[in-house]
């Protein structure tokens, strides 16, 4: 089993920034690839960036690339994903996940997830 516990969500200007943090605990937790995703209110759940185990691989939504950098320190079990010029459609509740699967955008390649941090950006 592994617990992922996100943290870092708020309310935030549009053009702000944001960082948030996945803590992760369990067996063999630095072995999975790590996922981002975001669900706004009446949308489906979708990706917006992953990490390989070792942090070397990145993969990120289109619309997020430049702006959004996932990271990981496998000795302190957290990822992290920082958030630079916010916009109002990045608004949602955003998870982190844990997987098997490399580099994958699909929701159900992942098995853990923690409970969501809601991020808000006004306009």
């Known amino acids: 089993q592994v617990q992922l516990v996100e943290s870092g969500g708020g309310l935030v200007q549009a053009g702000g920034s944001l960082r948030l943090s996945c803590a992760a605990s369990g067996r063999t937790s630095n072995s999975y690839a790590m996922g981002w995703f975001r669900q706004a209110p009446g949308k489906e759940r979708e990706f917006v960036a992953t990490?390989?185990?070792?942090?070397?691989?990145?993969y990120y939504k289109n619309s997020v690339t430049g702006r959004f950098t996932v990271s990981r320190d496998n000795a302190k079990n957290t990822i992290y994903l920082q958030m630079n010029i916010l916009k109002p459609e990045d608004t949602a509740v955003y998870y982190c996940?844990?997987?098997?699967?490399?580099?994958?955008?699909?929701?159900?390649?992942?098995?853990?997830w923690g409970q969501g941090t809601q991020v808000t950006v006004s306009s």
């Open positions: 996940a844990a997987g098997l699967a490399w580099l994958s955008p699909n929701v159900k390649s992942y098995n853990y």
């Open positions: 990490i390989n185990w070792s942090g070397g691989s990145t």
